[in-house]
């Protein structure tokens, strides 16, 4: 498993230690004296040259013994392999692939590790039991020296995988507009709605028990509705395909709050909750003095709490706001007032 490591103490190790070849822009062969190093004590570490890839400096570090951060669990047993982020510039995200020469001078594939990591400015990562001591020097060690192969891949694009916004909506959407999969229809004022029962009782508890439960529409191919006029039940299913407002502003030209007050009633009939917020949100932004009564009496009948208060606090402000002017031009005007103390 690949760690993060705190910095470790480093000692200078003498130039003939290791032996650091770029292979290309990627690929680093790290060559290590074992002989030499292997008496070292924990957290002494054996660090290659630094070398660029991907635009960014990296190095190798290895722990003869480990790192004295994880000294309790391997207790100097195992070598550590780390890769060390050297430039101080930015973060990168890069893969890390580590393994180790065989006698045959041949990666060996039981000892490949690899690793995805977002290295941020000097920072190090890697493997804390890379391989075992007594592993190492009985299977890889060849005239005293081993030799680490390490594969650097920086990511150069750190954006990451675009994924396009959901289309769910217009896929839905279009079950509207097209007759085969419906399996229920709905006459409003003699026109037809074709439509799919699955959706419907998905998105409304009401038409869920109207069209699954006991009642006689659950076994209706054509079911009538009363009260509903046929622009305003196309609007709402519109909201159910879609999730979205279905009044455009072609729709409603004029900005009727009409239009709007029967798609709430429709909304809160269903049990539209998202809906009949859309309608309330839409009427707010439409009160003034000369709507604001019928829109709070609107919110009363169908239990719209938040438009309802509003439209309290709107009346509330305004009278206040009128008495102050009032009492403003009173004060102004010394004969206004002095009418106003006649009287």
């Known amino acids: 498993m690949a760690l993060s490591k705190e910095e470790s103490t480093r000692i200078a190790?003498?130039?003939?230690?290791?032996?650091?070849?770029?292979?290309?822009?990627?690929?680093?062969?790290?060559k290590v004296n074992y002989e030499q190093v292997k008496h070292l004590a924990i957290d002494e570490v054996v660090s290659s040259e630094v070398v660029s890839v991907g635009q960014h400096l990296w190095r190798i570090d290895c722990y003869?013994?480990?790192?004295?951060?994880?000294?309790?669990?391997?207790?100097?047993?195992?070598?550590?392999?780390?890769?060390?982020?050297?430039?101080?510039?930015?973060?990168?995200?890069?893969?890390?692939v580590a393994f180790i020469k065989d006698r045959d001078d041949q990666p060996s594939e039981t000892r490949v590790r690899t690793y995805l990591h977002e290295f941020t400015i000097m920072d190090d990562w890697g493997w804390h039991r890379f391989v075992e001591r007594t592993v190492l020097e009985e299977d890889y060690v060849?005239?005293?020296?081993?030799?680490?192969?390490?594969t650097i891949m920086v990511m150069r694009d750190a954006t990451p995988v675009t994924v396009p916004p959901s289309d769910i909506r217009n896929h839905i959407g279009c079950l509207l507009d097209q007759a085969y999969g419906t399996d229920v229809s709905f006459t409003v004022d003699g026109e037809t709605f074709p439509v799919n029962r699955a959706i419907l009782a998905a998105r409304s508890p009401v038409f869920k028990a109207e069209l699954f439960g006991?009642?006689?529409?659950?076994?209706?191919?054509?079911?009538?509705?009363?009260d509903i006029t046929p622009s305003t039940f196309k609007y709402l299913l519109l909201?159910?395909?879609?999730?979205?407002?279905?009044?455009?502003?072609?729709?409603?030209?004029?900005?009727?709050?009409?239009?709007?007050?029967?798609?709430?009633?429709?909304a809160d009939r269903y049990a539209l909750d998202r809906l009949k917020l859309m309608c309330a949100q839409k009427l707010w932004d439409n009160v003034s003095m000369d709507t604001v009564k019928d829109i709070q009496a609107c919110a009363d009948m169908y239990n719209c709490l938040q438009l309802k208060n509003k439209c309290v606090?709107?009346?509330?402000?305004?009278?206040?706001?009128?008495?102050?002017?009032?009492?403003?031009?009173?004060?102004r005007s010394p004969r206004l007032h002095q009418a106003k103390a006649q009287i």
Do not use: W
Not at 66 to 94: C, T, W
């Open 214 to 226: 006991s009642m006689a529409e659950a076994t209706m191919a054509s079911i009538t509705l009363l």
């Open 142 to 150: 060849i005239q005293g020296h081993v030799t680490f192969v390490c």
């Open 239 to 266: 909201f159910i395909y879609t999730d979205e407002f279905p009044i455009t502003t072609e729709d409603n030209p004029s900005n009727s709050n009409e239009v709007l007050f029967d798609l709430l009633a429709a």
């Open 64 to 96: 003869p013994r480990g790192p004295v951060l994880y000294s309790q669990e391997h207790k100097g047993n195992y070598v550590s392999i780390f890769l060390k982020h050297m430039s101080d510039s930015k973060s990168v995200r890069a893969s890390f």
């Open 13 to 30: 190790v003498p130039p003939a230690s290791t032996t650091t070849t770029a292979v290309d822009s990627a690929s680093v062969h790290f």
């Open 313 to 331: 606090d709107f009346i509330a402000k305004e009278k206040k706001a009128k008495k102050s002017l009032v009492s403003k031009t009173i004060r």
